[in-house]
């Protein structure tokens, strides 16, 4: 299949025919810092919306049933980030951390699915999906724990093939530094039915908070 362009971002998903979909937020000129008032109080209405009423278990079901289909399994401590993030919300442990991930957070809080949030200049030119290889890793956290990624989707850098995230745990060479100046958001979605609309539904919203809260000078998106 084709490759998927905007300006200066190429989308090149490799498993499209497996059912998968990558809704793409590309954020330039964004600044990193504390989250607004005016988005900790979406954040904290929506935790408290949470803590009552979980996703229904249709789309957790999907969610999972997404990661499973190049032969990873979606449990444990290797479960679908959404649900680290729903489960926080419950336990009244939701993090606040700075307003990118704030608003990536408050996106996969709204619809249930994972979501990356990488540093683009760490994905270069283009973004290309596909499934970890035997014996792929990486690094996820400051402690060094890393995860194995064979059959799991997966996030690259297209020009090095180099796998930055996922819809579990983002590499630490992914993530986005105090002084990242622009990002690539990846909702993680089927590629059909309820959830491929609310994914494109929320892209949108993504794109209105990179712009208003993260200071986005432009914000381009990809859906494929």
């Known amino acids: 299949m084709r490759p998927l362009c905007v300006d200066l971002m190429k989308l090149n998903n490799e498993l499209q025919e497996r059912g998968i ?18 988005l900790k109080a979406l954040l904290d209405q929506l935790v408290g919306e949470r803590k009552s009423q979980e996703f229904p278990t249709s789309v957790k079901d999907a969610v999972r049933n997404l990661l499973k289909t190049g032969g990873f399994k979606p449990s444990g401590r290797n479960k679908p980030a959404s649900e680290y993030l729903a489960q926080a919300a419950r336990e009244e442990r939701f993090p606040t951390i700075n307003n990118l991930v704030d608003i990536n957070n408050f996106i996969s809080l709204s ?8 540093d683009a200049e760490a994905i270069g030119g283009t973004l290309l999906l596909r499934y970890g290889r035997s014996g792929e890793r990486y690094v996820f956290n400051t402690s060094g724990q890393d995860i194995d990624l064979e059959g799991l989707i997966c996030a690259c850098c297209g020009e090095s093939n180099t796998p930055l995230g996922n819809p579990v745990k983002d590499s630490i060479a992914g ?20 959830l491929a609309e609310v994914a494109r539904k929320h892209l949108d919203v993504f794109a209105q908070l990179l712009s208003n809260e993260g200071k986005a000078t432009t914000v381009e998106t990809l859906v494929g």
């Open 21 to 38: 979909m990558a809704a793409v937020a590309v954020a330039h000129g964004v600044v990193v810092e504390g989250t607004s008032d005016g």
């Open 111 to 118: 619809t249930g699915l994972p979501i990356s949030l990488l």
């Open 175 to 194: 993530k986005i530094k105090d002084k990242t100046t622009s990002v690539v958001g990846v909702i993680y979605a089927p590629s059909t039915g309820e």
